[in-house]
């Protein structure tokens, strides 16, 4: 049996506008032709490819399809540049999955060079570092940073290095809040911030130290990292930040490591495709490199 990529396209199409319009306007048919390819797909496999609800889902065998069809299509532009070099081509598009403090301190800086060299569109998904390879087994990514050591079948995973995280405020709200000490009392009126309810080394660390539960103290939830720092910074909460995020603000006393005898750390592996080639080899080299440079080791 013979899979036509017309047809996978149309699937990846879909799941990445979120839109059967729009998809068919990105390809250029008409709404019933991109739907008819989606059910002449089925109808091939004996098996439903995508979950028709709020959001646009795969199924299982359909999140399959489209990873093999991203990866096809991966192999076939780094084929077009070896073979035409001097022929335009559209800006490669790289997809990356990857938790919001990384993509606030280190992890720019890392695809700096090939951005400058090469017309690139980023697209940057935002996740949870325990979730990011979910994005890879979907084929909307071609790399994850991930919390992960254990790569996915055609993937490899390397070890970037550790985030170190502590727990940081001024010196204003220090005084206010905890002129008596942290503790469990203390901790029940001054204000914390997370960055979502999902944000559990926050939660952990709390519970850890002071066997707190969420709800037991009051939290901001800011889906920012840059904005959560901020809210450190104008005295009003405490946060659990990246070291090296708040690096500058320690040196000028501007922030405080208000608990320098307990910090958290989490070790962050990079996952790619075993097969890639060209542009998406030339990133995932440099966000090693950069990585092993910048983390801790």
Not at 113 to 125: A, F, G, S, T
Not at 250 to 279: A, C, R, V
């Amino acid at each position: 049996m013979n899979i036509d990529y017309k047809l996978l396209q149309a699937l990846s199409t879909v799941i990445e506008y979120q839109n059967f319009e729009l998809a068919a306007a990105q390809l250029c048919l008409s709404q019933s032709a991109i739907s008819q390819r989606i059910k002449q797909l089925e109808d091939l496999l004996g098996h439903p490819v995508l979950v028709r609800a709020k959001p646009l889902k795969p199924t299982v065998i359909g999140e399959h399809l489209i990873a093999h069809y991203q990866q096809v299509h991966q192999l076939e532009k780094n084929l077009l540049q070896q073979i035409l070099p001097d022929i335009p081509t559209q800006p490669t598009k790289l997809a990356v999955a990857l938790n919001a403090d990384s993509l606030a301190t280190w992890f720019l800086d890392a695809l700096s060079p090939l951005l400058k060299k090469h017309p690139i569109e980023l697209d940057m998904i935002i996740a949870n570092e325990a979730l990011t390879t979910n994005r890879l087994k979907s084929g909307e990514a071609f790399g994850a940073v991930s919390l992960s050591s254990k790569a996915l079948p055609n993937f490899q995973a390397v070890r970037l290095g550790k985030m170190n995280y502590i727990m940081v405020a001024s010196a204003q709200f220090y005084q206010y809040y905890f002129s008596n000490g942290i503790n469990r009392n203390t901790l029940k009126r001054a204000p914390a911030v997370t960055f979502d309810k999902d944000d559990e080394m926050h939660f952990r660390f709390i519970h850890q130290h002071f066997a707190l539960q969420p709800g037991d103290y009051p939290c901001h939830i800011v889906r920012s990292s840059e904005a959560f720092i901020d809210m450190a910074l104008k005295d009003l909460a405490y946060c659990i930040a990246p070291e090296i995020q708040v690096k500058q603000y320690l040196e000028q006393d501007i922030l405080l490591n208000i608990m320098p005898d307990k910090y958290f750390e989490q070790t962050l592996y990079w996952h790619f495709w075993i097969l890639s080639k060209g542009i998406f080899r030339d990133a995932s080299n440099l966000i090693i490199q950069h990585a092993h440079q910048v983390l801790a080791q």
